[in-house]
């Protein structure tokens, strides 16, 4: 026995074994585990005659196709499975003067394999392990010593580790070929059809050459390096035969399949690329959209050219994932994609700054301008303070500094909108009530609010003003004498205070103060649009009517005070005292409309408020005429019971007798007659009252 004890044995079977184990574990990735079943393969063919030479060239085509990957693995398990039985074979066949094999037939082994494994069972797998142990572990196949054997191989040992790293090394030149040769062409000038071809004709060319240098390497260096190698010219032409057969398919093969992969991976680039620019071109249509609708005349062009690349753009990701099946089909695309819209969308991006700078500008003059002019009408407006957007700040920025710009035009299209409708209502009230009740210009400033820029629809209600003004000019300061007038009657009732304040008491301080409120009003400068001074004036005549009502009802209240007082006094009911009849009626009625007047038209109110105007005086006179009346009855009584004495002692009473004033005696004596002529038979005679007897 060569290792007698069992240990030793265990030992051989576990070192057998092991790399089979480590190997295995590390195998993670499919073309780990087509490399390992590769060089399985490969060790498969050395079982045979007629074919033990195709497993260098079928290694050679995957270590040049698959360009080193997994070269490793399939080396390891062709080197861990035919190295033993190798040696298996020596040992039994060994004959002094014999070199080890290396690169040769295994059909002598695989008989004694393939007589102990009849069928597929952990019993007939038993029968081969005791094949392969008593192989290593007994005499030789000839009944001879296993020293020899073992020398010699030992002996030859070097040169073929040499021989195995030489080709390891032309192995690993030729993946290295295979990998590093398609660079330099992708840098030439070839055309891309044809550097597609070259990189996958290289690995054959270089499998079959790498496959002719080993078979003639292993016949020049069997000799020296003491090793034993079956090959000979038929051989070499039949490896490279196969090799290319082999190489050939297998290329064409990985090239489809590399053909596959590329289309899906060229596919998706160019998706997600088209995505990309999407949205950055719809990111630049979303701002210009918040310019209004529609956009700006400025930004029209650019807009339309950013829809029909984001149209391109949609249609091309939807090719991109149901579209084109060949690459043919999709290079265009990413050319077109990746250079043309690329270069399109960069544009747009500065275009588009460009174009945001310039309206900013143009909004900016036209809202300073609007300002302006509306001022220069003679309407007041506040304007907020505009801070510029720096020169390199962002696009977004930019929009929200146009859009605030837009909106303080806005605010100054809704002033304007307000004010001229109040304009417009007055101008129908006081001086054309046939107008329609909203004016056209107006409503169709407020339909275009939302559509047009701010400045168009001001430059259309300044339009509409100073139209306006040419028509109404005249009328609109005739409408002022009314509020002049009303001043000027209230201020005089104020310098009557002599008259006026025994008769009027506190009444009078009341009417001093209103008059007090009233004050000749300033209507604007002479060269401002007389429409927009409708609105003081209207807001004045309000004002104005507001405190001659108050005035107004002050007397009228104190004549009906006065009338009360009169009548009660009277000392008869028939009397004709010289009540004014119509007067309390007539204030009664225009006061019903001027104390209303937010109920009434202008036009009606300021008719009524020059019938209270002109009732002022009469009032007055009235009050005064009243107030006498009422003293005069207040001592009626007294100098009642005069006359009857006087007419008792003498029968006969002038006005001397009295002792008042001549206009109020002849008012007692008349009293008394009327008061007493059923009584007393009496008659007037000249300017004394006489007893008839």
């Not at 009328?475 to 304040?501: C, F, H, N, W, Y």
């Not at 008012?667 to 300017?687: A, D, F, M, N, Q």
Request: hydrophobic share 45%.
């Amino acid at each position: 026995l060569l290792f007698p004890p069992p240990w030793v044995r265990i030992l051989v079977m576990v070192v057998l074994l092991l790399p089979f184990f480590l190997v295995s574990t590390q195998l993670f990735t499919n073309i780990a585990i087509i490399s390992m079943d590769i060089g399985i393969l490969a060790v498969s063919l050395l079982f045979f005659k007629s074919t033990y030479y195709l497993a260098s060239p079928i290694i050679l085509v995957f270590a040049t196709i698959y360009r080193k990957r997994g070269l490793i693995v399939t080396f390891s398990y062709y080197l861990f499975i035919s190295l033993p039985l190798q040696v298996m074979q020596y040992l039994k066949t060994f004959q002094v003067g014999m070199v080890p094999p290396l690169y040769t037939p295994l059909d002598v082994i695989f008989t004694d394999i393939q007589q102990a494994m009849e069928q597929v069972s952990l019993e007939e797998i038993q029968k081969i392990l005791g094949v392969i142990m008593r192989q290593i572990l007994m005499l030789n196949g000839n009944g001879g010593d296993l020293q020899p054997a073992l020398s010699s191989y030992v002996n030859s040992f070097p040169g073929m580790i040499f021989f195995i790293l030489i080709i390891s090394a032309l192995i690993s030149v030729a993946a290295l070929l295979t990998l590093k040769l398609p660079e330099p062409l992708k840098r030439s000038r070839l055309p891309r059809r044809y550097m597609d071809t070259l990189i996958y004709v290289i690995p054959v060319g270089v499998a079959i050459f790498t496959n002719m240098v080993f078979f003639v390497l292993l016949d020049i260096l069997q000799g020296p390096l003491a090793f034993q190698a079956s090959v000979d010219p038929t051989i070499l032409m039949l490896s490279t035969s196969f090799t290319l057969f082999l190489s050939a398919p297998v290329s064409l093969s990985k090239y489809i399949v590399d053909l596959r992969d590329v289309l899906a991976d060229r596919k998706a680039e160019l998706k997600n690329r088209a995505e990309s620019l999407l949205e950055e071109v719809d990111h630049y249509i979303w701002l210009m959209n918040l310019l209004g609708d529609p956009i700006p005349q400025g930004f029209i062009s650019l807009h339309t050219r950013m829809l029909i690349v984001a149209d391109e753009l949609k249609d091309t990701i939807a090719l991109s994932s149901d579209g084109p099946s060949t690459l043919k089909e999709v290079d265009p695309l990413m050319r077109r994609v990746f250079t043309h819209l690329q270069d399109e969308v960069s544009n747009f991006r500065w275009q588009l700054d460009i174009a945001l700078d310039d309206y900013y500008i143009k909004i900016k003059f036209e809202f300073l301008e609007s300002a302006r002019e509306i001022r220069e009408l003679g309407l007041e407006v506040e304007l907020p303070e505009i801070r510029d957007p720096p020169k390199d700040a962002p696009l977004e920025e930019k929009v929200e500094s146009i859009l605030w710009v837009m909106d303080a035009g806005g605010n100054l299209v809704d002033k304007l909108i307000s004010t001229s409708d109040k304009i417009y209502e007055i101008i129908c009230s006081l001086f054309e009530p046939s107008l329609p009740g909203v004016s056209p210009i107006i409503q169709i400033s407020k339909e275009k609010q939302e559509s047009d820029e701010p400045w168009v629809i001001i430059e259309a209600i300044l339009a509409s003003l100073r139209n306006w003004e040419k028509q109404y000019s005249a009328e609109i300061m005739r409408s002022t004498k009314p509020i002049q007038d009303s001043v000027e009657a209230v201020i005089e009732l104020r310098k009557r205070e002599g008259a006026l304040l025994p008769i009027l008491g506190d009444r009078f301080t009341l009417i001093s103060d209103l008059a007090g409120k009233l004050e000749v009003r300033d209507f604007g400068r002479e060269d401002d649009l007389k429409v927009l001074r409708v609105i003081l004036i209207r807001d004045t005549i309000f004002s104005t009517v507001d405190v001659v009502a108050r005035v107004v009802g002050v007397l009228y209240d104190h004549l009906r005070e006065l009338e009360a007082d009169i009548d009660s006094l009277m000392p008869m009911e028939d009397y004709e005292w010289n009540k004014n009849l119509t007067l309390i009626d007539r204030m009664n009625t225009s006061l019903g409309v001027i104390n209303h007047y937010e109920s009434h038209e202008i036009n009606e109110i300021i008719s009524h408020l020059y019938r209270v105007l002109s009732y002022i005086d009469e009032a007055v006179d009235t009050v005064q005429y009243y107030n006498e009346r009422k003293e005069l009855l207040l001592n009626y009584r007294i100098l009642e019971k005069k006359i009857g004495r006087i007419l008792a002692d003498n029968d006969q009473v002038s006005l001397d007798d009295l002792g008042v004033s001549e206009k109020f005696g002849r008012e007692y004596l008349k009293l008394y007659l009327r008061g007493h002529y059923t009584e007393i038979p009496l008659e007037e005679v000249g300017s004394s009252l006489r007893r008839v007897s």
